[in-house]
């Protein structure tokens, strides 16, 4: 197996990891009723530790290498992380998994990743790569289709997943542009703990921290593997094969989650997971976004990143 196709088999692994990430965050919120900011905290927390444990004098090293600037950097990029998982976990809880990742990784998020690129990175889209963003919006608008009468549906849920796709695409142009000077353990696993700790201190101030019974706190840390293995997963990727590359792959996060719901429901038919509404209409979706992320990246090298998680 040559480099690139060891790396398109992380990037995949990454997009089923998340997959199961975000079903098992819906049952935390649904079923468990875990407290939101504490979901979308405590496991980066957890994650981030062990990401960091893996080799301590490494991310000791790393630390001082970041200097001012890279520390500047590394704020700004945990600012977006955080503020998209927020987003990302609550839209989660309001129009469930499967129709998020959809509407999120499965699509949005790669438009927004190319057009910021183009903007902060002078990236210029070829005629094949419009129609492939034009596509991914169509894909989008038939997730948000009611199928029943026929109108566009634009709830907070729908907004949340598109808006956290804005803030995590911003957070991958400034991640793949770190990983060309650093190593990808220890900055995956600082990504996590500095972002979880940003919405810890954030949500603690304002007094919406709830803290949950031992039963919820066990959950919280075992949560914590998902964030861990998914980002580095990710992460990897990006110096490897691109950022443009990797969201492609990434966006079958979407159909891939819809599947995992469906893998639960049959093995617990009372399982309070939120398929979307019409999940022939929302796969259809899915399935034109797809092709518009395909056609988007069609230039993508085979080797070393893109021009730009």
Same mark, same amino acid.
């Given at each position: 197996?040559?480099?690139? $196709?060891?790396?398109?088999?992380?990037?995949?692994?990454?997009? +089923?990891?998340?997959?199961?990430?975000?079903?098992?965050?819906?049952?935390?919120?649904?079923?468990?009723?875990?407290?939101?900011? +504490?979901?979308?905290?405590?496991? $980066?927390?957890?994650?981030?530790?062990? +990401?960091?444990?893996?080799?301590?004098?490494? #991310?000791?090293?790393?630390? /001082? %290498?970041? /200097?001012?600037?890279?520390?500047?950097?590394?704020?700004?990029?945990?600012?977006?992380?955080? #503020?998209?998982?927020?987003?990302?976990?609550?839209?989660?809880?309001?129009?469930?998994?499967? /129709?998020?990742?959809?509407?999120?990784?499965?699509?949005?998020?790669?438009?927004?990743?190319?057009? @910021? $690129?183009?903007?902060? @990175?002078s990236e210029r889209l070829?005629?094949?790569?419009?129609?492939?963003? &034009?596509?991914?919006?169509?894909?989008?608008?038939?997730?948000?289709?009611?199928?029943? %009468?026929?109108?566009?549906?634009?709830?907070?849920?729908?907004?949340?997943?598109?808006?956290?796709?804005?803030?995590?695409g911003m957070s991958i142009?400034?991640?793949? =542009?770190? &990983?060309?000077? !650093?190593?990808?353990?220890?900055? $995956?696993?600082?990504?996590?703990l500095i972002s979880g700790?940003?919405?810890?201190?954030?949500?603690?101030?304002?007094?919406?921290? !709830?803290?949950?019974?031992?039963?919820?706190?066990?959950?919280?840390?075992?949560?914590?593997?998902?964030?861990?293995?998914? &980002?580095?997963?990710?992460?990897?990727?990006?110096?490897?094969?691109?950022?443009?590359?990797?969201?492609? @792959?990434?966006?079958? *996060?979407?159909?891939?989650?819809?599947?995992?719901?469906?893998?639960?429901?049959?093995?617990?038919?009372?399982?309070?997971? /939120? &398929?979307?509404? *019409?999940?022939?209409?929302?796969?259809?979706?899915?399935?034109?976004?797809?092709?518009?992320? =395909?056609?988007?990246?069609?230039?993508?090298?085979?080797?070393?990143?893109?021009? !730009?998680?």
């Open positions: 197996m040559d480099q690139k $196709s060891k790396f398109l088999s992380v990037v995949l692994l990454s997009a +089923l990891v998340v997959s199961f990430e975000s079903v098992a965050i819906e049952g935390a919120l649904n079923t468990a009723d875990l407290n939101l900011m +504490l979901v979308s905290a405590f496991p $980066s927390i957890i994650g981030g530790l062990l +990401l960091m444990g893996i080799s301590p004098r490494s #991310t000791v090293q790393f630390t /001082k %290498d970041l /200097k001012r600037q890279g520390w500047f950097a590394m704020t700004i990029l945990c600012v977006l992380a955080a #503020t998209g998982t927020i987003l990302w976990f609550d839209a989660i809880g309001r129009i469930g998994a499967g /129709k998020e990742a959809i509407l999120g990784g499965g699509s949005s998020e790669v438009l927004f990743v190319v057009i @910021l $690129s183009a903007v902060f @990175l070829s005629k094949v790569e419009a129609i492939g963003g &034009l596509m991914i919006v169509l894909g989008v608008m038939i997730v948000l289709v009611d199928a029943e %009468d026929a109108t566009l549906t634009l709830s907070i849920g729908e907004i949340e997943a598109i808006v956290s796709s804005f803030f995590l142009i400034l991640a793949t =542009y770190l &990983l060309k000077k !650093h190593d990808l353990t220890p900055f $995956s696993g600082l990504e996590l700790i940003m919405i810890i201190v954030v949500a603690t101030v304002l007094g919406w921290i !709830h803290w949950p019974n031992v039963q919820g706190m066990v959950i919280l840390i075992v949560l914590g593997v998902f964030p861990a293995v998914g &980002l580095l997963t990710y992460n990897a990727g990006l110096p490897k094969i691109g950022a443009s590359l990797t969201s492609v @792959l990434f966006a079958l *996060n979407g159909i891939m989650t819809v599947g995992v719901q469906g893998l639960v429901l049959l093995v617990e038919h009372d399982a309070n997971v /939120k &398929l979307p509404d *019409n999940v022939a209409l929302a796969l259809l979706g899915g399935a034109i976004a797809f092709i518009g992320v =395909y056609l988007v990246n069609r230039r993508a090298a085979p080797e070393g990143p893109a021009v !730009h998680r």
